[in-house]
């Protein structure tokens, strides 16, 4: 079993930057791709940014393209989601996933974190 745990959410004004961190653990498996989805209140969860399992191929969603970034940290069993830009309908719970595979996926994810809560005020 795989466990996610997501850290780095919180409350910053329009305009600021987080930056988002998930630390896989327990019985991790090679090679695996990860992702970030969220959640805003009342909606459903949506996908934000895929990353494949060498780092070389990502995807975002239309919203986010060009002010996140996603990246990984193998040796540390990291993923990051850098947010620029940020913009009040950012506001949700952001989880991070991981599913098997070296390639770059928008679903199929079978390992899911928490949650972390970013708030963007106006």
């Known amino acids: 079993q795989v466990q996610l745990a997501e850290s780095g959410g919180g409350l910053v004004q329009a305009g600021g930057s987080l930056r988002l961190s998930c630390v896989a653990s327990?019985?991790?498996?090679?090679?695996?791709?990860m992702g970030w989805f969220r959640q805003a209140p009342g909606k459903e969860r949506e996908f934000v940014a895929a990353?494949?399992?060498?780092?070389?191929?990502?995807r975002y969603a239309d919203s986010v393209k060009g002010r996140f970034t996603i990246s990984r940290d193998n040796a540390k069993n990291t993923l990051y989601l850098r947010m620029n830009s940020l913009i009040p309908e950012d506001t949700a719970v952001y989880y991070c996933?991981?599913?098997?595979?070296?390639?770059?996926?928008?679903?199929?994810?079978?390992?899911w974190g928490q949650g972390t809560q970013v708030t963007v005020s106006s």
């Open positions: 327990g019985r991790t498996f090679s090679p695996y791709a």
């Open positions: 990353l494949s399992w060498s780092g070389g191929s990502t």
């Open positions: 996933a991981a599913r098997g595979g070296p390639h770059v996926y928008t679903d199929g994810y079978d390992y």
